[in-house]
């Protein structure tokens, strides 16, 4: 079933969801059932599986040459997606990337998904390769979001590469993209990133997933915002509870996000990394709320590889 239609079921009742990320390479698919399994019983219609590419890395030889090799650290997207579905019942969303990928590519991958029985896809453009401070297409590939969604809806409409098939069947993805509250960090103002927002719905894209925030005012005004530039789709706010002093530094740098002086002082009061966590699941329970009285269509948690903070949380909400 389609994320949207999950949405309208509800009939205006905030759902539950969650993202997980395939184990890092030589972790057998038992790691990610545990850390389902004790979030089942809050019913979460759709769980979001990440898609992470090829990174390189480079290894010294004898000769004290460099080689560089390509390693993907977190394969199994599609595998999982497909192993959720099967055990749960629910319905899982792969992400799928620009980056690394052909047209060709992303055409095959849409097929594999569209043989499992996956109804959704959330189209990102994709970060830089490590080690590359800006983010390049495949010579073959997509540059931008936007582009992913059209290729989608193209195939939605039984449109291939190779126009002389036959037989063109037609795919029917529900298509979700991401969505900024704080401004993507490569976006000149926030008003251009909602153009560029609006432009990957105009595309075809159903919904938005925003990236994580930490102050409600931040999505709120998001919401707004998007309504008046004719945004119409739901708007699904993404959330992180804090879990460690690091993040304190480590998530306004990675994901452009800033983080309110309350939180900050709290958790810099904390001695140790389970009052950390304490605080991180408090403050999310108090956003977690408002977002509901706000009438957010569903929580979408970013779990991490961490299910008993947000089991935690969701057991005071759900
Ligand atoms: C909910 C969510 C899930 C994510 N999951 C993953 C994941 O699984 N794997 C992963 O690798 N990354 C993931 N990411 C990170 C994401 O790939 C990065 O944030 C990436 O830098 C941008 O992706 P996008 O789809 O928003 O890009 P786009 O929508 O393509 O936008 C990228 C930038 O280009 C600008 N832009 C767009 N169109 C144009 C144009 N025509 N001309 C000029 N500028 C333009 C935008 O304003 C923005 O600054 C996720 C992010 C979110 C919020």
């Not at 990928?101 to 043989?115: A, H, Q, R, S």
């Not at 991401?178 to 719905?201: F, I, N, T």
């Not at 309110?260 to 403050?283: H, Q, S």
């Not at 408002?290 to 947000?310: F, Q, R, T, W």
């Amino acid at each position: 079933m389609k994320v949207v239609d999950h949405i309208k079921k509800a009939a205006g009742k905030t759902l539950f969801s969650f993202e997980i990320l395939p184990p890092l390479k030589g972790q057998n698919i038992q790691s990610i059932f545990d850390h389902i399994d004790p979030l089942m019983e809050f019913e979460p219609p759709f769980i979001d599986v990440t898609y992470h590419r090829e990174e390189y890395v480079y290894k010294e030889l004898p000769s004290g040459l460099l080689q560089k090799k390509v390693v993907r650290k977190r394969p199994g997207t599609v595998g999982i997606c497909a192993a959720i579905q099967n055990k749960y019942e629910v319905d899982a969303v792969p992400h799928i990337l620009c980056g690394g990928f052909t047209k060709e590519d992303t055409e095959n991958f849409l097929i594999d998904l569209d043989f499992l029985g996956i109804d959704n896809v959330l189209a990102l453009r994709g970060d830089a390769v490590k080690n590359e401070t800006y983010f390049s297409a495949e010579k073959e590939g997509h540059t931008y979001a936007k582009h992913l969604v059209k290729q989608i809806v193209g195939l939605n409409k039984g449109e291939y590469l190779d126009e002389e098939l036959l037989n063109k069947s037609k795919t029917n993805f529900c298509i979700g993209v991401a969505g900024y509250p704080e401004k993507h960090m490569e976006a000149p103002s926030l008003d251009q990133d909602l153009l560029r927002l609006k432009g990957k719905v105009d595309a075809g894209a159903c919904y938005v997933v925003t990236q994580m925030f930490f102050d409600n005012k931040k999505y709120f005004e998001f919401v707004d915002k998007c309504r008046k530039a004719g945004i119409t789709v739901p708007i699904i706010p993404g959330l992180k509870p804090l879990a460690t002093k690091k993040q304190l530094s480590i998530l306004p740098h990675r994901f452009h996000v800033d983080l309110p002086d309350e939180l900050t002082l709290e958790v810099l009061k904390c001695k140790t990394t389970a009052e950390v966590r304490k605080v991180g699941i408090e403050w999310c329970i108090q956003q977690s709320k408002e977002l509901i009285e706000g009438g957010a269509p569903v929580l979408h948690y970013y779990s991490m590889g961490k299910s008993d903070n947000i089991q935690k949380i969701v057991s005071a909400l759900f």
